[in-house]
């Protein structure tokens, strides 16, 4: 199970925001996240936690370990108006994700 | 450039099959595990199922579709592939076809690096 807080949030251009994703057991490093805009392939931001995947811009940033991780992005840009979602690998059910948290401007 | 699509979606009544199909390009599609995850209307997304590379005749799938979902593949066409049997209401979603970061699928770390648009599949009377 991977629980995603908060559910929603609103913010303005700039702001620094703060996504949390927290499993039931601990899943060491192995948790991924994602930007899905409507209507488009979803997208690879950061994977095994921390990592940023190529041609992510660099305000996107995780963190965190075992139960307890989170996406940040540092200053908000209108273009970052989509849904995230974490994942995790490392237990059964594979391939879990959490329920998403959209974003609004 | 990395690129996946997908087709074979549509209306289809309750208790109905159907093939979805998606077609890689840009990569060595043999070299990678494919994953299947879906998306109902309003909903998040859910993992439905993955197919190792050849040679290990490997494959997962998600409890809820268990029995009525098999995925393949077809590396000399490059395609990945999901029968549908059996479908019901609660399978209308969006179905979105994924690479895994590397061959076997199901291991520990593994995640989705290339994501295709995706194809609708309804199921309606």
């Known amino acids: 199970q991977m629980t995603q807080s908060p559910s929603s949030l609103s913010a303005s251009v700039g702001d620094r925001v703060t996504i949390t994703c927290r499993a039931s057991?601990?899943?060491?490093?192995?948790l991924h996240w994602y930007q899905h805009k409507p209507g488009k392939a979803p997208k690879l931001l950061i994977y095994?936690?921390?990592t940023l995947q190529s041609g992510v811009p660099s305000r996107f940033s995780g963190s965190g370990s075992d139960i307890e991780f989170s996406l940040t992005i540092s200053s908000v840009q209108p273009e970052d108006v989509a849904t995230y979602y974490c994942q995790q690998s490392f237990l059964t059910p594979l391939y879990a994700f959490g329920q998403g948290t959209t974003l609004e401007i | 450039e990395v690129q996946l699509l997908e087709s074979g979606g549509g209306l289809i009544q309750p208790g109905g099959s159907l093939r979805l199909s998606c077609t890689a390009s840009?990569?060595?599609?043999?070299?990678?595990?494919m994953s299947w995850v879906r998306q109902a209307p309003g909903k998040g997304l859910e993992w439905v199922a993955t197919?190792?590379?050849?040679?290990?005749?490997?494959?997962f799938s998600a409890d809820s579709v268990k029995a009525r979902f098999f995925v393949s593949r077809d590396n000399s066409n490059n395609t990945l592939y999901l029968q549908l049997s059996s479908l019901g209401a609660e399978d209308t979603a969006t179905y979105f076809c994924?690479?895994?970061?590397?061959?076997?699928?199901?291991?520990?770390?593994?995640?989705?690096?290339?994501w295709g648009q995706g194809t609708l599949v309804t199921v309606s009377p």
């Open positions: 840009g990569f060595s599609f043999s070299d990678y595990a």
């Open positions: 057991r601990n899943i060491r490093s192995h």
């Open positions: 197919s190792a590379v050849s040679g290990t005749e490997r494959t």
């Open positions: 994924a690479r895994n970061s590397g061959p076997y699928g199901g291991t520990q770390g593994d995640y989705f690096d290339t």
């Open positions: 095994e936690t921390s």
